[in-house]
């Protein structure tokens, strides 16, 4: 399974994004496609992860409460929700698969694609 994230862009500090993280085909329902950013001169930092069914989201402390993740199956789409956007979200987005629920680790997720760069200004 390939993925690929889109939906980035230059957004002012207070506003919105919806990030996609389209695959090029379908995986088993119990897997699980993380979130991730990476700034410049920091570690990619995990944001949050969804069950390819749809279920169990969880999130990083850090943005819990401002993005929501969601999936459409039918679509092999998965959706980041970013609201109420900071200066120190500006990254680079990336997305990743896993069969592990439940792991923030970069190392426990694979496939990954080419990120999207989110710019928010303050």
């Known amino acids: 399974v390939q993925l690929q994230a889109s939906g980035g862009g230059l957004v002012q500090a207070g506003g919105s994004l919806r990030l996609s993280c389209a695959a090029s085909r379908r995986a088993f329902l119990t897997y699980v496609v993380g979130w991730f950013r990476q700034a410049p001169g920091k570690e990619r930092e995990f944001i949050s992860a969804?069950?390819?069914?749809?279920?169990?989201?969880y999130y990083a402390d850090s943005v819990k409460g401002r993005f929501t993740v969601s999936t459409d199956y039918a679509k092999s789409t998965v959706y980041l929700q970013m609201n109420s956007l900071k200066s120190e979200d500006t990254a680079v987005y990336y997305c990743?698969?896993?069969?592990?629920?439940?792991?923030?680790?970069?190392?426990?997720?694979?496939?990954w694609g080419q990120g999207t760069q989110v710019t928010v200004s303050s």
């Open positions: 990743a698969l896993s069969a592990a629920w439940g792991t923030k680790a970069p190392t426990s997720f694979g496939s």
């Open positions: 969804i069950r390819w069914s749809g279920s169990s989201p």
